[in-house]
């Protein structure tokens, strides 16, 4: 009998009492292991399972796996782990047989996977998890299921960090912990190896600190991991861990965001990111995380090299003052915005718009508006370049953006090349062009061209242009020549310009394309261009052309005389397209030579000149000839732009005649929409292609209404318009059927963070618009109903007037001698007192030259009554069925006798306010203000400074009702804004309000107002250092406190009843304004 | 140049050579013959245009002295000989007694004194009223009767009517631009001058003039003429007023004095003319663009 079937007989007895299958199953095991192992350890695998059975009710399941688990061990599994299998399946067991079950029946595969050394690890991640209920044992059944995934794709180490994850998340929730191990060995092998260990360790951090974003974090965290630059991507993590260790909120949106932004940044600049970052780490983990995020938009702005000066200035504010360095790296500090523009070398048009505007206007002596480029391309007028300067004869268009140089000064530099040239086409006349108007350096040659018959061309430039049978190479060699001609206007006018602009004229030479390469006629019109920047020794050519090439040149180096005009460019531009038509557009053979041009003397160039077009016979122009190649344009040149001068004249054309159009008048060449139809498909400026997809009926009508709305021409015929209806791109009706809205206008203001003591840059849109107009009864009915009042202050103020001349005594120099001081002068003369010469007296014109804003709050709290202050609701209870159920017994309560609230008492302070300015005559504006939001600013204007006051005002006085929160900071501003605007010598603002600053996002959370009292105080002390007395009247006894914060040493006054006003408002009102 | 003193620069005034002044237009036959038929006579232009050059020149040419006004001041300590014309340092609080006199504290009593206008009506002079706007309302009151066919000079204190004597013809000047809509000259006062138009010469004319007062080539002063031009462009547009031919001449000294263009500029035209940055910075790129 072999040692298995003794030892099943032997053992046969044991089963009596367990399932049947559990025997056979281990009848059939012995066997198996039979060959594998010596008679000891074969008895020795059986007493383990034996064992197993006794332990327990249940632990025969474990058996059971236990005797299948033995013949599935590899072949080659050593006799050690046979044993240590069954004592680990023993103790298992002894703790949880399902436990065990799971353990035994993965066992053997997970093995496959570890080794046999790894085994009693294994099983004691297991155990670690299993914590004696029924929830961690099936986590931990999990776990050892997920056993063979698992370890295919991980090694035990990493394991051991799983472990802990999910032992630390099971602490919350086994759910989320069963979760995130089912997914873990798929969410593991997605990543590289050694990104394992750290995003393991990282989620064990944020275990620990927000469990709840575990799940995210193994669902999202891959992908996001992976943007992160390979070598450094630890170093992240690690960092991220820091996050969470040090703060528990919003730990992996940090992560998120952050990961984000690194993949926006090029992966070579990861690793300087991130030691920055790691720097800032050990003063705020928040302020590392936000400077990951906010990398990509610092990095638009400077260059990586910069980055660490940027760092380093936050990371000074950061060590004297956390909450000030954190806002600096979150981007919300004006300190922060300063250090990045000072260090940033490129130059944004925003910023310098200004300074060109007035430049380009002290050029041309016209109103000149500055746009980007971009805002000329969407108006679809035949721009289609977004990033080129050009100018529509009205406005010059630049590039958003001048990042060429790595120095700032160089960029605003060649952005002032661009501005330079564009203004020089308008102060040196490129657009005004005149068919007839000779010229000043070429003898004619426009007469002596036979025009076409019947043409009837729009403008004329177009009327030179239709000269050409080839129109494409006419405008680019006008093009050229006009460009050589602005440009040496602009070396002879502006000495200080011509450094920056010869070095662009040199790289662009630099730029351009291979001569030889490019077929004849193609490479005489580079060669011009060369010519034009002023790059003669860059010339290449063949020598046996030489004449017509150095012909050209001569004509072209003419247009950079003193004298020459835009008709001088015309002149120009056809002798220049008569040799290049003479020349063949194909490509040289390779026989002959391309040479650089011989010097050529000033002399032999006169000479050439007078070859030139000077027998004054009728000009030929020439066709295109057979073999050409086909003709394209030469490469652009940067720092000139676009010119499209056909356009610009069609434009000026239609400005003018919408002028005439305006005035009643009927301009006798008004432009038909064939006219312009044609000109568009003639013209070579307007690709269109580019211009508009769609086909071209479309196309050139969209085209058309974008040109005339540019003009501000009314409309085209309108039958023009029905035979051809507009595609649905087209605007046309929509804009007049709307209900006229009110104007708004948005301005943006700072806001002051007192924690961070610093502005948050531009945080608030202030969106201003006039107030809509209601009935003036309000107005009257107050006027009536405080009749007696308003006399009274009427009369008060009045009284104010006579003084504004004063008489001035003792003075050394006045009008006339003044009695009492001229006997005092006589006595000290006889006594031998030497007498003050203080005898005379003037009059002096006290001038009132007082501008008073009036600022109203118009926040839902002004609703509140003001009479029965005790009944008060207290806003500090957020649920609003309990506000509404208290507004409702309130309301009903006064439905009887309406009593004041403190709106009204505002607009009745209001109605007084202007009949008591009215009398004196200073100049006031009142406005209202509410919102929501630091996005939504409300600003109403009731009365603008230069608005006259009438029924306009009064009935606007009228709608003025409690609307919604109150930012007091931003309006605030905003009415130092408009008073900094008059030239008032005495400037005063009142704020008339409840005193209580509140708003969504003003502070902390809703109850805190320490944020919002600084940010208004800070607006007031803004106002002082703008030379604006403050002045906050407020109707409320409660709103005290808060004033006597905002208000320290600015004047406030606490008016109970509009009775008192009066009495109160001529004193006031004189002390604020002498 | 004459040191300080009140009286000393009085004598200045009673210009003694030739001033520098170059023709514009027909303004000088205008004067002459204005002069001529005791047409008083309006002077408007902006600042630094050359407008009291032109009196100066003028008051030359029709070889009289003058009697400057214009700033208000002290009355003068000495009523013997030959008549001091006095320069008083002028401000808004310019009033009819400080042009027609007032009386003094003597020891015996009081004492009255000739203002600066009172001198010349009695002498014959030209009298220029420089800024007349300036000058409070009061003065109209003088005015008007000395510019019709009356010429009057009624001195209220005294009692008295003062007829003017022969010479005496009156020029005032005026700048529109910048005075406020308040301090417009009224119609029934401007309606008693002629008016003769100031305005920046041309960019050649204007060159001329600057090399001739500092002493610059004129290469230089086309360059400052060039900018002057450019500059004038942005009135109404972050300026109140163009720069004017004087600061562009002292640009010009300075430059002549050796200090680099771009710096003297800066200082004679930039800073001078506004304290508004984005102004500044604006002019600032005009300059660096024309001088290198």
Redesign the interface.
Known sequence: MSIAGGLIARNRSRFDGFPEPLLESYESSLRALEPRLTPTQLEAWSRGGLDLMAISLRSWESAAEYFKAGPQLAESTPWDTYEQLAREAGDLTEQSAPLAVSFLRSAPATLTHIGPNHLAQWADFGRRLYKGNWKSSSLAAQFYDAGPDLFSTIRVSHAGRLVLFLDELARHSYELAAACLTSAPEVLGRLEGGDRMPFLTFGVELAQTSWADSRLYFDRGVPLIQRVHGPVRERYLTLAAQVARDHSRSVFQYFEDAAHALGEVEPDDHGPVIELAEQLAPHSAYAAMDFISNAPEVLEKVHIDELAAWQNHGLGILASSKEGGEAYFRLQSSRGEEVLDTLSARVELSKVG??????A???????ISIHAAAVLAEKGIGWVDEERASTDGTTIYLPEVMELYREKDENFAAV?VFT?HQAARLEFGSFTFSFDRPSTLFEDLRPTIQEAPGANPTTEIERFFDLFPDRTLASDIHKIAEGTRIDSAITR???????ALTRMQREELARRPEVSELPLRQAFVENLVRVSLDGTDALRWPAAQQDAMSNGISVLQRLSEESASVEDTAEATLRLYQLAMSIKNEREEGEEEWDSLPDMDQESLQLDMSDLGGEGAAMEMGEAQEGDVEYESPQDIDFRGDFKPELVQLLMKLRDDAELGDAGQISPDQLTEEQLKELLEKSAEIDLDTLLEGDLQNTTGMFLSNLLKEAGTPTLDSDAQSDQPLSDLSTGGEEGEEPLAPIVTTYYYDEWDFRAQDYKPRWCAVKEADLEEGEDDFYEDTLKEYAALVAQTRKQFELMKPELFRKIKKLS?G???ELDP?IE??ID?RTGVSPS?K?YW?R??VDRDVAIAFLLDMSASTDEEIARRDQQYDDSDDDPRKYLSWWVTKRRQELAAPPKRIIDLEKEATVLLITALETIGDDYGIYGFSGYGRDNVEFYVLKDFDEQFGETTKKRIDKVTPIRSTRMGPAIRHAIHKLSETDAKVRILVLLSDGRPQDHGYGRDRTEKEYAIHDTKQALNEAKREGITPFALTVDRAGHDYLKTMCEDMGYEVVGDIESLPRRLPALYRSLTE | MAPGGLVLAAEEFTVREEPYYLPLGDEIELFEAAFEQRIPVLLKGPTGCGKTRFVEYMSWRLGRPMTHISQG??APLDDEGPRPFVTVACHE?L?A?DLVG??L?D?DG?RWIDGPLTRAVKTGAICYLDEVVEA?KDTTVLIHPLTDYRRLLPIE?LGQVVEAADGFLLVISYNPGYQSALKDLKHSTRQRFISVEFTYPTREQEAEIISHESGVDLAVSI?LA?LGE??R??KE??LSEGVSTRLLIYAGRLIERGIEP?RAAQVGVTWALTDDL??Q???E????????
């Open positions: 200004d300074v060109l505007r007035l430049y206007k002290a050029l041309t002596g016209r109103n002032k330079t006018n502006y000495a200080g310009i011509r450094r120099d009008e006339d001698i001229a002068w006589m003369i010469d005898v003037r002096n014109k | 001041g002290e609080d009033t007694s007032r009386y504290l020891t009081t409070r204190k360059e060039k450019k500059v462009n942005l547009h972050g771009r984005e102004v910075r604006s002019i790129e005009v300059v660096t663009s024309i001088f290198e």
